[in-house]
């Protein structure tokens, strides 16, 4: 009896184990078939990147915003990943406020569309997204700096969330005119302005302009 619920437990964990790979082909096959037809491509160009039919593409996903979550995933795990190596080159909070900034725009300049893909969420009920936007993950992120910064000089963090978040806001709207207006200005100019414009409200944060420790995102897990 134990040795055929092992040889059970071996084949499911086998099927887990093919049924994640398959999903990550087709998040593969999401991203190709959004740089080769654009932020609005359709279930048909995913399922023909992906060399399969929708019928099995929704075998793995429920729908595509179920597809869209895993690809959401995916590009804000690339996008925290250098947000937190570009903040480690710095331990000065300007420095770190153009940092991100300029490591924000270069990102969405890489692959614009991947970009509009991503923050243009099908509709669904709010609830529905674990990470709900891109935005809202960079947000926490930001968040969790600026409460370090509050509490370092000596002021109620409870305002690091709104500020956080504000502070994306600020950069994400900036980077959509930008987009949009197809880039008028350079990418470097476009940084620096906002990091002034970030930094003007942040600095009276930090009047001694200490430095500020990044903080480890699996520790506030």
């Known amino acids: 009896m134990h040795e055929r619920t092992t040889r059970r437990d071996r084949r499911n964990s086998r099927w887990d184990e093919h049924r ?12 190709a078939a959004v740089g080769r037809c654009g932020a609005g491509v359709g279930m048909e160009e995913i399922a023909a990147e992906a060399g399969t039919s929708k019928t099995v593409v929704y075998r793995h996903f429920a729908d595509r915003s179920e597809l869209h979550v895993a690809v959401c995933t995916r590009v804000a795990a690339q996008l925290t990943d250098r947000l937190r190596a570009a903040l480690a080159t710095t331990d000065h909070p300007r420095g770190m406020v153009a940092a991100a900034v300029e490591t924000y725009l270069a990102f969405l300049e890489a692959d614009p569309e991947l970009y509009r893909f991503v923050v243009a969420a099908p509709d669904r009920p709010v609830d529905a997204d674990p990470i709900r936007t891109l935005s809202d993950l960079v947000g926490d992120q930001a968040a969790a700096l600026v409460a370090v910064a509050l509490e370092q000089a000596g002021r109620d963090p409870a305002a690091a969330a709104p500020w956080g978040h504000g502070l994306v806001g600020l950069v994400r709207a900036a980077a959509d005119w930008w987009l949009r207006a197809d880039r008028p200005i350079p990418r470097a100019d476009l940084a ?25 995102p699996e520790e506030q897990q």
Request: no cysteine.
């Open 192 to 216: 620096a302005h906002l990091t002034e414009l970030a930094w003007a409200g942040l600095a009276g944060l930090l009047p001694d302009a200490r430095p500020v420790p990044v903080p480890d």
């Open 20 to 31: 994640r790979a398959r999903r990550e082909q087709l998040v593969d096959a999401t991203v």
